[in-house]
């Protein structure tokens, strides 16, 4: 035998892969295998959004294995059967697969370990394809995980990341093993019409203008909603068509400001995957419990659906949300102040938030989405558990011209300037066409006065951020 399959998961490229050339070593035949879990449809994460950046995902996989002399192998059902089938097929002696966190994908790893080891096969799981630094790899001196940002960021600075590997030359796929035709987009219904296109060479040609006209400012814009100046990069992040390790050689080799804030942004990304390892509880559990009754029953369900599709009458928390909704992606400062009023203002558990989040991000992921709603609702890593957000002020600090409002809430289209943001001020002329927007669900002192009450915290204990 000296034939290898390459499970693809979170890492659907081929460059910097290094299941891919280990198992290509030598000149060795490959499998490359994706196998549609039935496991992740049936916890419900299979929504359109990701199903349909998937199918271009993997067709645009396929396009590059060809290019190859290769080809991907596509299978659906549970995950196990289906490798060791192929595996068998194609009579391979080893699979090889990268390192994830979630709790499901440790069990997957250990019931595929012991099924191929059962079969006289053996299981490779390669570290640092999803991650920049391996989840475990550093830990404080009295636990096995950071719990705070700054140290972990200081320990993981100092680390060199192994350098990026090319893309193969050729591979060599055995016939024999059939696949399954590759799923189109086109026919997946609920998809948002503004959904972006996936795959390795859409995510390189982004990467490549991020580089080059996008990383220089990133430090100052990354706030602005309206300038939509972040990189966009991270559905590519979460589907693997795009090497975490790569981006911070890239970046750091341009550097700067704006390099410098980037990648800092990306070890956000490893320290909550290293939380999540360590502490798979938390993708439905508090990490740090404020013992907080949530609010439950009608009107908090009424609230919440009315935050679910952009109706709270706050503009700066309604464009976030209808952008979330057509885009199926919302900016980084959209998601805290969303976020921060589901949870504060509104005073609803924040897995409220964060499953409605993973109904329609293109990049839901269960460790940035779960732990960043935590961070927001002060159950997780946050050493600021109550700090608010105030959705006027910030929405005048971050939109100041109120361009991003009038982009995706029409209603106040007409409405000049910062204005846009207290609509309930508005006279006259200014009012035209704003008569279907809602008047504000909550007013926000009483939101606070709630929220106090819940946390039993006092006006200086709460950190408002009024700026
Ligand atoms: C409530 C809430 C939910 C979120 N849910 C997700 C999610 O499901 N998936 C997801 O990838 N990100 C999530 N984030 C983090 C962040 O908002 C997005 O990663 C970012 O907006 C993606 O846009 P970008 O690629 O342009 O980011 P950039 O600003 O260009 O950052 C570059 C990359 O760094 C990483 N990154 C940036 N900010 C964070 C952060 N706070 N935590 C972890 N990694 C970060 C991402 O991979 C991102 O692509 C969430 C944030 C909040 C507040």
Known sequence: ?????????????????????????????????????????????????????????????????????????????????????????????????????SAYAHLREERLRRALEADGRRLHVHDTVTTVVAPGALTPASSDHFAVFTPYFRRWSAQRPRDPLGAPRSLSVPDGVGSERLPSRDALPGVSAGLAAGGEVVARKRLASWLRSGLAAYEERHDDLAGDATSRLSPHLHFGT???????HRARRAGGPGAEAFVRQLAWRDFHRQVLAARPAVAAADYRTRHDHWRSGRSAEEDAEA?????????????????????????????LLAASFLTKTLYVDWRVGARHFLDLLVDGDLA?????????????????????????????????????????????????????????????ADRVGIGAYPDPV??????????????SKTDTELHIKNK
């Open 307 to 335: 935050w679910r599709q952009g109706r709270t009458g706050y503009p700066v928390i309604d464009a976030a949300m209808r952008q979330l909704r057509y885009e199926g992606w919302m900016h980084n400062r959209g998601r």
């Open 1 to 101: 035998m000296n034939t290898s399959v390459v499970l693809f998961t979170a890492d659907l490229r081929l460059h910097d892969h290094p299941p891919l050339r280990a198992a290509s070593a030598g000149g060795r035949q490959v499998v490359p295998l994706f196998v549609r879990d039935r496991g992740v449809a049936d916890a419900g994460f299979a929504v359109p959004n990701r199903l349909a950046f998937l199918a271009d995902c993997l067709r645009d996989l396929d396009a590059g294995l060809r290019e190859r002399g290769g080809r991907l192998v596509l299978r659906s059902g549970e995950v196990v059967e289906e490798v060791c089938r192929v595996a068998a097929a194609a009579d391979a002696d080893e699979v090889h697969l990268a390192a994830d966190v």
């Open 368 to 428: 940035n989405n779960q732990l960043n709603w935590q961070w927001v609702a002060g159950t997780g890593t946050d050493t600021r558990p109550n700090r608010v957000l105030n959705p006027v002020a910030q929405g005048r600090r971050h939109d100041p011209e109120g361009a991003y409002v009038r982009r995706w809430v029409p209603e106040l289209a007409g409405a000049p300037g910062a204005a846009v943001h207290e609509p309930w001020k508005l006279r006259g």
């Open 242 to 248: 795009l090497s975490p390790a790569e981006l911070v």
């Open 442 to 455: 909550v007013d926000l002192a009483d939101g606070l006065a709630r929220f106090r009450r819940a946390r």
